[in-house]
């Protein structure tokens, strides 16, 4: 399996994260113990997780890097893995933001969850207006020299704010984000294509785009109004089925028929083509859907086709 550097990281990681945000919500503990030995029987070392996953269902949050932690422990795989987590969203009672305090705070909670002593990659999970970018690289300081973090990244940052990071980061010797996470799929290509993704190759830093399959749309599966009330995960793709949306999936059906694979393979053989992006995150609920995901990593798409793609979602 060829891995790719984060930014100018240690850190070597497959071309496809598995996103965490399914374990604990729609797939319990066993469904997710599956899931994840086929992701790394397949050759894939890179998970994506947050400790807000999967609070909007249950109400807590944690169940994500709860059920992860016992299966590293049960596996004895934790230092064949790259663990990256987040931190930031609202947790309740008070638990939200980017203070020093609180991300000091936050980290035990999620070392203690995923039962590991350190955190391969800790993710700001969405800026803080309230919090100095200093203090909250400040917190990333303490937490890296204690060896509890490796590496940190942000995620749903705008430009002004991730570069106002980088430049101080520069400007008073701290720690640097290496990577960002934004929203980024064939669907909403402006989210990041632009000044964000500008800052990214600028500064040499990862991308690790989430939303890859558009909530399930770029798999195809979504084609109608019927089709994605099915599931519950399946009501975020409604608003793709428009002309837009239908262009796009005739485009991944056109590709996907030439290489005899899957249209949710295709979607993320595009991501993973484009020279910013480091590994698009994708999660599956099923053997079968995992294994569409992990078949992009295979699948090299010719001039064309990315073309193609990129002619369909403009």
Same mark, same amino acid.
């Given at each position: @399996?060829?891995?790719?550097?984060?930014?100018?990281?240690?850190?070597?990681?497959?071309?496809?994260?598995?996103?965490? &945000?399914?374990?604990?919500?729609?797939? &319990?503990?066993?469904?997710?113990?599956?899931? *994840?030995?086929?992701?790394?029987?397949?050759?894939?070392?890179?998970?994506?997780?947050?400790?807000?996953?999967?609070?909007?269902?249950?109400?807590?949050?944690?169940?994500?890097?709860? =059920?992860?932690?016992?299966?590293?422990?049960?596996?004895?795989?934790?230092?064949?893995?790259?663990?990256?987590?987040?931190?930031?969203?609202?947790?309740?009672?008070?638990?939200? !933001?980017?203070?020093?305090?609180? =991300?000091?705070?936050?980290?035990?909670?999620?070392?203690?969850?995923?039962?590991?002593?350190?955190?391969?990659?800790?993710?700001? %999970?969405?800026?803080?207006?309230?919090?100095?970018?200093? #203090?909250?690289?400040?917190?990333?300081?303490?937490?890296?020299?204690?060896?509890?973090?490796?590496?940190? !990244?942000?995620?749903?940052?705008? +430009?002004?704010? *991730?570069?106002? $990071?980088?430049?101080?980061?520069?400007?008073?010797?701290?720690?640097?984000?290496?990577?960002?996470?934004?929203?980024?799929?064939?669907?909403?290509?402006?989210?990041?294509?632009?000044?964000?993704?500008?800052?990214?190759?600028?500064?040499?830093? !990862?991308?690790? +785009?989430?939303?890859?399959?558009?909530?399930?749309?770029?798999?195809?599966?979504?084609?109608?109004?019927? #089709?994605?009330?099915?599931?519950?995960?399946?009501?975020?793709?409604?608003?793709?089925? &428009?002309?837009?949306?239908?262009? =796009?999936?005739?485009?991944? #059906?056109?590709?996907? /028929?030439? %290489?005899?694979?899957? +249209?949710?393979?295709?979607?993320?053989?595009?991501? @993973?083509?484009?020279? /910013?992006?480091?590994?698009?995150?994708? $999660?599956?609920?099923?053997?079968?859907?995992?294994?569409?995901?992990?078949?992009?990593?295979?699948?090299?798409?010719?001039?064309?086709? =990315?073309?193609?793609?990129?002619?369909?979602?403009?």
């Amino acid at each position: @399996m060829q891995q790719r550097r984060i930014g100018q990281s240690e850190l070597m990681v497959s071309s496809l994260a598995f996103g965490g &945000n399914v374990v604990g919500w729609t797939i &319990n503990e066993k469904q997710s113990f599956q899931i *994840l030995d086929a992701f790394v029987a397949g050759g894939f070392n890179f998970i994506d997780t947050a400790d807000i996953y999967s609070r909007w269902a249950s109400g807590m949050g944690g169940e994500s890097e709860t =059920i992860l932690g016992n299966w590293m422990k049960a596996r004895g795989n934790r230092q064949n893995l790259i663990i990256a987590t987040k931190v930031g969203m609202d947790m309740g009672n008070g638990k939200i !933001g980017l203070s020093k305090k609180y =991300i000091i705070q936050a980290v035990e909670d999620s070392l203690k969850r995923l039962q590991t002593s350190y955190i391969d990659l800790y993710q700001s %999970h969405k800026d803080d207006e309230h919090t100095p970018v200093t #203090d909250t690289l400040q917190a990333y300081q303490q937490l890296i020299k204690d060896g509890k973090v490796r590496v940190i !990244g942000a995620s749903n940052f705008s +430009p002004q704010r *991730l570069q106002a $990071s980088l430049d101080a980061a520069s400007s008073y010797g701290l720690p640097r984000y290496q990577c960002l996470q934004p929203h980024y799929n064939l669907c909403e290509r402006n989210l990041f294509e632009g000044d964000l993704e500008n800052i990214c190759l600028k500064n040499t830093l !990862g991308v690790i +785009p989430y939303y890859s399959l558009a909530s399930g749309f770029l798999s195809g599966k979504y084609r109608t109004a019927a #089709d994605s009330s099915k599931s519950v995960r399946g009501r975020g793709a409604d608003k793709y089925l &428009n002309e837009k949306g239908f262009r =796009i999936l005739h485009a991944l #059906d056109e590709i996907s /028929s030439q %290489h005899k694979t899957k +249209p949710a393979s295709v979607a993320l053989a595009w991501s @993973m083509a484009r020279p /910013s992006v480091t590994a698009p995150i994708a $999660s599956a609920t099923s053997l079968a859907q995992l294994n569409e995901l992990m078949a992009a990593a295979t699948l090299s798409l010719r001039p064309q086709e =990315i073309s193609l793609l990129n002619s369909a979602s403009d």
